[in-house]
């Protein structure tokens, strides 16, 4: 998928755990990581709102990102049958994968009623400082993105090139985005019409 700059943000209205998982693109020069740097996983985390500031964002953060975004995608792949080589790895055992998710969602303390000005909401008490708690978050709710729990089914676009995930909000939704739809059909095309050699 061609992003250019804006490839931090692919697939902006998937659920955050997909975004997570997305920060991992491609386009047509490679396979790229948009989580780099401790200041990129901070713009990330404003992106998505998990913090109205910017929060201070420590190695070990982006360390514990990284590693929740590719246990949730070794999780993505097997729970889509996803083979695609630059999607996942798939020699990395799915039992170590989950112990991460675990691990990262533990820094919350389980979901408790709480008031809110006037109001009702659900919510738990970090254990650790903000980014520590949004990843938390990310891993319950991912929790609901790879069971099925919460959402319509999580899909692999299996377009050439492309690397992303999505949920298939429509029953015949193929593709994570229209350009990738383009691409799969127009590479159906050539391969029905190419002349053999």
Not at 76 to 88: E, I, K, Q, Y
Not at 97 to 126: H, Y
Not at 162 to 188: I, K, T
Request: glycine fraction near 6%; include cysteine; aromatic fraction near 4%.
């Amino acid at each position: 998928m061609e992003q250019g700059e804006s490839a931090t943000w692919v697939l902006a209205n998937e659920p955050v755990p997909i975004r997570l998982m997305n920060t991992i693109w491609a386009d047509r020069h490679g396979v790229h990581d948009a989580l780099t740097s401790a200041s990129d996983l901070a713009d990330w985390l404003h992106e998505i709102g998990a913090h109205d500031a910017v929060p201070r964002v420590t190695q070990l953060d982006l360390a514990q990102a990284r590693d929740l975004r590719h246990a949730l995608r070794r999780l993505a792949a097997l729970r889509t049958g996803d083979t695609r080589p630059a999607a996942s790895s798939a020699a990395e055992d799915p039992a170590a994968a989950v112990e991460t998710v675990n691990q990262v969602a533990a820094a919350l303390v389980p979901p408790r009623l709480e008031l809110k000005g006037d109001g009702l909401k659900v919510g738990g008490t970090p254990l650790g400082h903000p980014v520590t708690a949004s990843l938390a978050d990310i891993a319950i709710e991912a929790m609901a993105v790879l069971t099925g729990a919460a959402v319509p089914p999580l899909r692999a676009c299996f377009a050439p090139g492309c690397v992303l995930y999505f949920v298939q909000d429509h029953p015949r939704r193929e593709w994570c985005s229209n350009a990738c739809g383009n691409r799969a059909r127009a590479a159906r095309h050539y391969e029905r019409h190419r002349v053999p050699k």
